[in-house]
């Protein structure tokens, strides 16, 4: 069992940056992939980013590439993502998930575990 934690939403004019942050903690943490997914109003949830659970695989979405950065810290059992040149359709509801033997990283329904969720907005 797994409990996760967003932290480090809010409110960002375009061309802007934010961190959010996913606490995890529970039972084996590190042999989870955590991923980023997120919810804008009237759409349906899109993956955003993965993390393996040794760090060393990274997958992002194509709308994200060159902007968004993932990253583990397995000393405080966080997850972390680095948003730049934030866009009005980055705006949205971030949750962080955890998945075991996941796959191809982006597909919510290869996790498990899921945060509350974290909103972001981009508007000027």
């Known amino acids: 069992q797994l409990q996760l934690v967003e932290s480090g939403g809010g409110l960002v004019q375009p061309g802007g940056s934010l961190r959010l942050s996913c606490a995890v903690s529970g039972t084996m943490v590190e042999v989870y992939t955590i991923g980023w997914f997120r919810q804008a109003p009237g759409k349906e949830r899109e993956g955003v980013s993965c993390i393996g659970n040794v760090g060393d695989y990274t997958t992002y979405a194509n709308s994200v590439k060159g902007r968004f950065t993932i990253s583990r810290d397995h000393a405080d059992m966080s997850v972390h993502l680095q948003m730049n040149s934030l866009k009005s359709e980055d705006t949205g509801v971030y949750f962080c998930?955890?998945?075991?033997?996941?796959?191809?990283?982006?597909?919510?329904?290869?996790?498990?575990?899921w945060g509350q969720g974290a909103q972001v907005t981009v508007s000027s």
């Open positions: 998930a955890a998945g075991w033997n996941v796959a191809t990283g982006l597909d919510a329904s290869e996790y498990v575990y």
